[in-house]
Nanobody
């Protein structure tokens, strides 16, 4: 069984920084794209950043230049470095990964972490 476990959320003042991490564990043959989503109260979950198996990245416009996604394939872990945080970044952040749990799988399945709260407030 595959699990994604996030860590690193918390309370930070505007302009501050936080780093999130998400480690995948269990029966893992291959991991494709790894992503960070967020969901603010009363809003839909939105894609914040994505990184491919080869390291190509994409970001939602509001976080470009402030957030950096990275991954360590040896550790099955994805990171999100968040700088210059704003109150509007307040949300529950979820990691998501496309994973094959066995060699014979023909396609990836999506797995989600449990979410970690990020609050930006003075």
């Amino acid at each position: 069984q595959v699990q994604l476990v996030e860590s690193g959320g918390g309370l930070v003042q505007p302009g501050g920084s936080l780093s999130l991490s998400c480690a995948a564990s269990g029966s893992i043959f291959s991991i494709g794209n790894m992503n960070w989503y967020r969901q603010a109260p009363g809003k839909q979950r939105e894609l914040v950043a994505t990184i491919s198996i080869g390291g190509a990245t994409n970001y939602e416009d509001s976080v470009k230049g402030r957030f950096t996604i990275s991954r360590d394939n040896a550790k099955n872990t994805v990171y999100l470095q968040m700088n210059s945080l704003k109150p509007e970044d307040t949300a529950v952040y979820y990691c998501n990964a496309d994973i094959k749990d066995h060699w014979f799988r023909s396609s990836y399945s999506a797995y989600w972490g449990q979410g970690t709260q990020v609050t930006v407030s003075s």
